[in-house]
């Protein structure tokens, strides 16, 4: 890759008709814009300036220019990836999916952790945290419970913040026949809210893996993880709602602008509905 951007440098300075070791700094920013025009990504016109800085720090060490024109300049921001969201009727379809040829108490515990992380969007983190309800002199040394009676979870979120977020009724459903199984799995005295086969809290690696098992089977066409189902609790949220302030909230986020970026995937929501619908969206053939 960087011989690729030497020689890429050595011909645009060619072109311009530039001595390569006269080479100035409005030269390296031209040639730049020349990167972008070709349609490279912000990353390999990285790697490029690289490159380019390292062949005039070089030269400088040996005598050869006095100025290292590149060391000014900077490559333009990679844009931000948007977050993978599901589509709502592929969410709604892994929520209710209960996991087959799999034991009872397994495919109830999976089945609940599936609603409460796409039904309440709650980070990995904040589900296998959650203890079974504790006293109420206990919820200050708790990451989390669960409060079915008020249908509500108290998580522990990043930074220590704690937070409240409604638990919805399918959720509701789902954690009330995991908890007639719970006690055949979890070990006494164990106050984690969900555990392995081994009878303790179960790990962030094993929600993981048994959810990507869930999507399979549920026939999703995509990779899903947690997080995207808080992706998707986000962004469906948002479109039926539209309160920005409101999914910030239910998300945790310290700044607006965090919660900001699933205004980009409402609209992306849209343009497809207009593309899909408008009888002035199609272009002529």
Known sequence: MYREALL?????????????????MHHIRSWVAQLRLRG???????????AWRGLFRWWGRNGVVMVNPVEGVRPPKAAKLLPKALAVDQAVALAAHQTQNT???????????????????LRVAEVTGLDVQ??????????G????????????????????????????????????????????????????RLGTRLTANQLRNRLQ????????????????????????????????RAVQELLGHASISTTQ??????????????DAAHPRAKRKS
């Open 261 to 274: 970026v699933y205004t980009k995937l409402d609209f992306q929501h849209l343009a497809k509905a207009y």
């Open 213 to 244: 098992a869930q999507a399979l089977q549920a026939g999703l066409p995509t990779r899903v993880h947690p997080h995207m189902l808080r992706h998707s609790y986000a962004s469906h949220l948002l479109q039926s709602s539209g309160d920005l």
């Open 8 to 24: 890429r440098l050595q011909a645009s300075a060619a072109a311009a008709g530039v001595d390569l070791p006269k080479a100035q």
């Open 103 to 121: 034991a009872p108490a397994l495919a109830a515990r999976d089945h609940a952790i599936t609603e409460l992380l796409y039904g309440c969007g």
């Open 40 to 50: 490279l990504a912000a990353r390999s016109i990285a790697i490029h300036l690289a």
């Open 145 to 196: 419970w669960l409060d079915a009676a008020d249908a509500t979870a108290h998580v522990l979120g990043k930074g220590s913040k704690r937070r409240s977020v409604p638990v919805g009724g399918p959720a509701l459903q789902a954690l009330q026949a995991w908890m007639q199984w719970r006690p055949t799995l979890a070990k006494q005295g164990e106050p984690a809210l969900f555990v392995s």
């Open 134 to 143: 504790a006293g109420a002199g206990q919820h200050a040394q708790s990451r």
